[in-house]
Nanobody, 128 residues
Framework: QVSLAESGGGLVQPGGSLKLSCVAS????????LGWFRRVPGKEREFVAS????????YYADSVKGRFTVSRDNDKNTGYLQMNTLKPEDTAVYYC?????????????????????WGQGTQVTVSS
């Protein structure tokens, strides 16, 4: 079982940057792919980015590709989401989550049901 805690959110102006962290408890963090999702009120959580258990592959939503970078440090039990060139439409609560099936990650990297452990989220607000 893995427990996750996001941090690093805040208020930033358009064009600014934030780096989110996802600290995991437990010894098995490195065995699971990690996903980042975001949600705004009244909408379902949407896929943002994900990374394989070893960090050798990553996926991004088209809306953030080229601006966001997902990474991880398994020795620190921490995942990261570097967000650059932030836009107002990036405003959301951002969640990290652990993928339940490393072997199926490449087929379900953006699938909500494939992630079985979730953090509480961190608020990102992009506004002038």
């Amino acid at each position: 079982q893995v427990s996750l805690a996001e941090s690093g959110g805040g208020l930033v102006q358009p064009g600014g940057s934030l780096k989110l962290s996802c600290v995991a408890s437990g010894r098995t963090f490195g065995s699971y792919p990690l996903g980042w999702f975001r949600r705004v009120p009244g909408k379902e959580r949407e896929f943002v980015a994900s990374i394989s258990r070893t960090g050798d592959s990553a996926y991004y939503a088209d809306s953030v590709k080229g601006r966001f970078t997902v990474s991880r440090d398994n020795d620190k039990n921490t995942g990261y989401l570097q967000m650059n060139t932030l836009k107002p439409e990036d405003t959301a609560v951002y969640y990290c989550a652990v993928h339940r099936n490393p072997h199926g990650f490449d087929l379900e990297y953006d699938t909500l049901y494939a992630y079985n452990y979730w953090g509480q989220g961190t608020q990102v607000t992009v506004s002038s």
